[in-house]
């Protein structure tokens, strides 16, 4: 099993940044790639990010040049730095772990963009 704590969402005006963060903790071995998604109302569930146990980075179109995902192993945590945040980011944002056959999910934190 893997838990994964995410934290650092809240309300921001546009043009702001908030930097999230996933605490995992568990059966880490077994992961192959970290990543963030995102849902907002009544939408699909979308990849944001992702990072892979050897390094390798992507990112959604929606989040390059914005957001920068990275890793600090020491903690086993992930992080999610956002940038220039607009309305259409806001949603909540959940951190997965991916590995052979299994999936595992954080509670989300809400981002809310608004003036």
């Known amino acids: 099993q893997v838990q994964l704590v995410e934290s650092g969402g809240g309300l921001v005006q546009p043009g702001g940044s908030l930097k999230l963060s996933c605490a995992a903790s568990?059966?880490?071995?077994?992961?192959?790639?970290m990543n963030w998604y995102r849902q907002a109302l009544g939408k699909q569930r979308e990849l944001v990010a992702s990072i892979t146990s050897g390094g390798t980075i992507n990112y959604a179109d929606s989040a390059k040049g914005r957001f920068t995902i990275s890793r600090d192993m020491s903690k086993n945590t992930v992080y999610l730095q956002t940038s220039s945040l607009q309305p259409e980011d806001t949603a909540v944002y959940y951190c997965n772990a991916h590995g052979l056959n299994v999936d595992y999910w954080g509670q989300g934190t809400q981002v809310t963009v608004s003036s």
């Open positions: 568990g059966s880490l071995f077994q992961i192959f790639v």
